[in-house]
């Protein structure tokens, strides 16, 4: 009896995962973003972004991809499959938005090039002030509502509250406590994925996806925009000579985009019509298959295979070793 109570309070705080979404939505995915960045800063070193910088060579080619490539990829996509303005849009929008922060967790995982996916994250996310607004009125322009307008303040907020300053505390505590760095990165890890776990209990139990709503042909298209990307991203990232480690970085940050920008957007479109539904049942359903879709780069990568399906691996060469004469 004595436990009746605190099971009691303890299943009504998990009934309301599925019937406060909003609130879920408002709380625990900063909370997660800020884990999952505070784990990946307590495993980095300065120096470490200095060598991305100054080989910026992966630096410019990932960014070419999501930049250049993934939203002409969605604009093709759409006008052979007739798409229409709701779900193309839709489509178009996923295409736009930067990679997401849990894209760095992933590639840790992976064992992937952290500092690049990181620096990917941080540059595509800062430069979605210029690039969403530019890229969505060259390929969308006929479905913005007139005086569209993106909030950017909101995002410069949200980059500096989520993502940078919980990096670089990880980092400081990285620098200050090194002999603790890795245990603090590991329990900042887990709580990132328990919080990524209610978050997907909550929009699945709350029925915000909903992959029968529209039939089959929204939720396929929508896998295979994704499936295409995890495939050709590996094998053009070797075209442009760059290691494993770098294009399964690049990679995963194209599967895993920052949906929630995506959804802060949805309202723009096509206010009070139906196919207001269409643009946020893409980004919704987007997030809910984008972890699952990146888990062939992600293992591939972590037990020693070429992200790039049928070539042989790319290897990073190892340091040499000096030796004393």
């Known amino acids: 009896m004595a436990l009746a109570a605190p099971l009691a309070t303890a299943l009504s ?17 900063p909370i997660q ?11 980095l070193s300065l120096q470490e972004f200095t060598r991305i910088f100054r080989s910026p060579g992966s630096l410019a080619i990932g960014l070419l991809i999501q930049v250049v490539g993934v939203p002409l990829t969605a604009v093709v996509m759409a006008r052979v499959l007739g798409l229409g303005p709701g779900w193309a849009v839709g489509l178009i929008l996923i295409s736009v938005c930067p990679g997401g922060a849990f894209s760095n967790l992933l590639s840790f995982f992976a064992r992937a090039n952290v500092p690049l996916s990181i620096s990917l994250t941080t540059v ?15 390929t969308a322009a006929e479905h913005l509502p007139s005086g569209f307008q993106f909030p950017s303040g909101q995002i410069v907020r949200d980059i500096f509250a989520f993502l940078l ?12 406590l090194p002999a603790r760095a890795e245990k603090i ?12 776990l209610l978050i997907t209990l909550s929009s699945l139990g709350s029925g915000r996806i909903k992959v029968a709503e529209y039939g089959w042909g929204p939720p396929l298209t929508i896998l295979g925009f994704s499936l295409l990307l995890s495939l ?4 053009v990232a070797r075209l442009m000579r760059r290691y494993d480690d770098e294009s ?3 990679t995963i940050g194209i599967t895993l985009r920052n949906t929630g920008i995506g959804l802060l957007l949805v309202r723009f479109f096509f206010p ?16 809910g298959q984008s972890t699952p879709m990146s888990l062939l780069v992600v293992l591939l990568h972590r037990f020693g295979k070429s992200p790039a399906l049928g070539r042989r691996r790319f290897a990073r060469p190892a340091p040499a070793v000096s030796q004393a004469s």
């Open 185 to 196: 990165s590991a329990w900042s890890i887990r709580g990132s994925l328990l919080f990524v």
């Open 13 to 29: 705080l998990f009934q309301q995962l599925f019937t406060h979404q909003a609130f879920v939505e408002a709380y625990f995915v």
């Open 124 to 138: 595509t996310t800062l430069g979605c002030l210029f690039t969403i607004p530019f890229v969505l009125k060259l």
């Open 33 to 43: 973003l800020t884990l999952a960045m505070f784990g990946m800063g307590a495993t």
């Open 248 to 250: 399964a970085a690049v």
């Open 165 to 176: 300053t919980p990096l670089a505390l990880g980092m400081l505590a990285f620098r200050l």
């Open 232 to 235: 050709v991203a590996p094998h």
């Open 272 to 287: 009070d019509q139906p196919e207001n539904s269409h643009v946020l049942y893409s980004c919704l359903f987007w997030a």
